[in-house]
């Protein structure tokens, strides 16, 4: 067997470094590497077998995050010794073409650890394109974003087959939570809808906690056996193990199912097993690890019926119902409705896409997190900008609920004007002052924007004003250098407004004379992480469908997709790219946001979360 023995430096008792390459050894004689010298990694292969403290051991583990963001790796061989890739182990590796993974399968893994690539292993290998091998992926041990965004990889996003000269393609099935969820979320919410012909009375008798708790469970029941008819073998055959004296069992071994044990006394286990090929088994289906499983199982063997040993419990199916509306956001909305005559369409709440009331609830609390939120939607001098004060309104909730900011650390700010924005800059810096940099700051702008014609300065608009004189409005620069200078660890400012003299949608402010401009461009300092709407002269789109500006829609969609738990450089990412797309095709204009950020964030707000 080929080892790769040169550069070797042992660095302690337990540890070997090979070609830039940590090898360590843990107190079950199992062996993880790393790479500790990213840079000079290109071509790796690995070994089965490395020398530590003088002794030969297997290599059979890669650790998490063991190869990320190798950005000069090219290629790797993973050797058959290896059973286990931990979470991360190859993500962002930018520049990896080519993987030899190894031939085992890693079915075996026991319940409770992490698996093969539960968390992506190959997330973000953007130019990976060929992986050989005959690896066998379970559903219960790899999560759908193993290969995500390895568009080359002809199998993205799916398991393997055993047996196969090379990975091929194969649906993966689906998890219970997978299958179940969206359609238990769209049938309860359609039925606890408040019907057109219903009044708010006949809608509280019919909709209340305890009909709300048989409409979950009724149709969790029903979902569990459409998925259990979907997805159980219509034969079943396991491989028996060596038969257990002291309890009188056999364990059998279901491959994917898990395993169950036969319950056999001592006098018939030898033509038991003897004849096991014959033996007839009745499985009892059911759901565990999110997973079809086998809880308990009948063998039959010439009319006489064995029972399982031991019965397992299926999951608690309770969780699935948290991704289903709260009855009491859905009741705070009808009353809304009821306050403002009925103008926002009930049927839109409903809607899959709807993200106003659906906002995921966070356990943690962000008390060193303060948020200021404006949104200017009525002008006194100017056409209005639709949608702000929502905008503003649901970004608060979010901040609250899924962030976990404190409502006593949100200050928002409805149709502010000039001296509404001097004092929002104000407290947020007298707060950041006495908290002595140890807070992060988001700061939120929904309304409009105006160019300097001559300038080319951008200003925010207070609703006051008209941007005819430019006194009466908020320089933009001035907002980034105190947002900049703000004794913080991080500031993350969203800009949902253009300067370029455009209103939200068609048309023109007065002030900008029907002269789209390009607005003089502006750095970032401090510790400022700016995130804004539209690029140049071009326009902040409405997304009319949605009751939301376009890019504040994509924002929150991202932040209720991930509950929150997402990094500022996957958050950029994902709004920049849905906005440009849905611009085309709900405006017929393009629109693209534009990330800024300050020198001494160059190399981490990517990673940064909130």
């Known amino acids: 067997m080929a080892m790769l023995l040169s550069a070797i430096m042992v660095v302690a008792d337990n540890d070997v470094i090979i070609d830039g390459i940590k090898y360590t050894l843990d107190k079950n004689n199992s062996v993880s590497c790393k790479a500790v010298e990213k840079q000079r990694l290109v071509d790796v292969q690995i070994p089965s077998v490395v020398k530590i403290g003088g002794l030969e051991f297997y290599v059979d583990k890669i650790a998490p995050e063991g190869f990320r963001k190798c950005n000069s790796l090219r290629s790797i061989d993973i050797p058959n010794s290896v059973k286990h ?271 106003d009331i659906n906002i995921p609830e966070s356990t943690l609390i962000n008390e060193h997190t303060f948020a200021v939120i404006i949104g200017n939607e009525n002008y006194q001098r100017v056409a209005n900008v639709d949608f702000a004060s929502n905008d503003a309104r649901v970004f608060a909730k979010y901040c609250n609920r899924t962030l976990g900011i404190p409502e006593t650390n949100i200050r928002s700010y409805f149709d502010a004007t000039y001296g509404d924005i001097l004092a929002a800059v104000r407290d947020i810096k007298e707060i950041a002052s006495v908290y002595q940099g140890e807070i992060r700051v988001l700061f939120y702008y929904a309304g409009h924007g105006i160019p300097d014609e001559s300038t080319r300065n951008a200003y925010l608009l207070p609703t006051d004003a008209s941007g005819m004189e430019t006194d009466a409005c908020y320089p933009l620069t001035k907002l980034y250098e105190e947002l900049g200078s703000l004794n913080a660890n991080l500031v993350v400012a969203f800009i949902d407004a253009c300067f370029s003299g455009s209103l939200r949608g068609d048309g023109m402010l007065a002030s900008a004379r029907g002269i789209r401009l390009k607005p003089r461009d502006i750095g970032a300092n401090g510790n400022l992480v700016v995130i804004s709407a539209a690029s140049g002269e071009q326009t902040a789109l409405p997304y009319e469908k949605k009751n939301h500006g376009m890019f504040t829609y994509y924002l929150l969609n991202k932040l209720n997709e991930t509950a929150g738990n997402v990094t500022l450089g996957e958050l950029a990412d994902y709004v920049a790219s849905e906005v440009a797309r849905q611009s085309i095709v709900e405006n017929r204009k393009l629109q693209t946001p534009t990330i800024k950020y300050s020198q001494a964030l160059l190399n981490s707000w990517r990673e940064m979360r909130f």
């Open 85 to 355: 890739i931990g979470d991360y182990a190859f993500n962002d590796c930018r520049n990896l073409e080519s993987v030899v993974m190894p031939d085992e399968a890693v079915a075996s893994v026991p319940k409770g650890t992490y698996g093969f690539g539960r968390y992506g292993i190959f997330k973000g290998c953007t130019k990976l394109a060929d992986v050989r091998g005959q690896t066998v992926l379970y559903p219960r041990y790899v999560v759908y974003d193993a290969f995500y965004d390895c568009k080359e990889v002809p199998f993205y996003n799916t398991i393997v087959a055993e047996g196969s000269a090379k990975l091929t393609q194969m649906q993966l099935a689906s998890t219970f939570s997978d299958f179940a969820s969206a359609r238990l979320k769209r049938a309860v919410e359609e039925w606890q809808r408040r019907k057109s012909y219903e009044t708010i009375a006949q809608w509280e008798s019919r909709v209340n906690d305890d009909s709300r708790k048989s409409m979950l469970d009724e149709n969790l029941a029903a979902l569990r056996l459409e998925y259990i008819a979907k997805y159980s073998p219509t034969t079943i055959k396991g491989k028996i193990g060596e038969y257990v004296r002291d309890f009188e069992f056999f364990p059998i071994e279901l491959g994917s199912l898990g395993k169950v044990y036969a319950s056999v006394p001592v006098a018939d286990a030898p033509v038991f097993r003897e004849r096991w090929n014959e033996v007839m088994l009745q499985p009892v289906y059911g759901i565990m690890d999110d997973n079809l499983s086998i809880l308990s199982c009948t063998f039959s063997l010439d009319g006489k019926e064995y029972p399982s040993a031991r019965s397992f419990v299926e999951d608690d199916f309770a969780p699935l119902a948290q991704n289903v509306t709260p009855l009491s956001a859905v009741k705070e909305y009808e009353q809304m409705l009821l306050k403002t005559n009925g103008n926002v369409e009930s049927k839109k709440i409903y809607d899959a896409d709807v993200i």
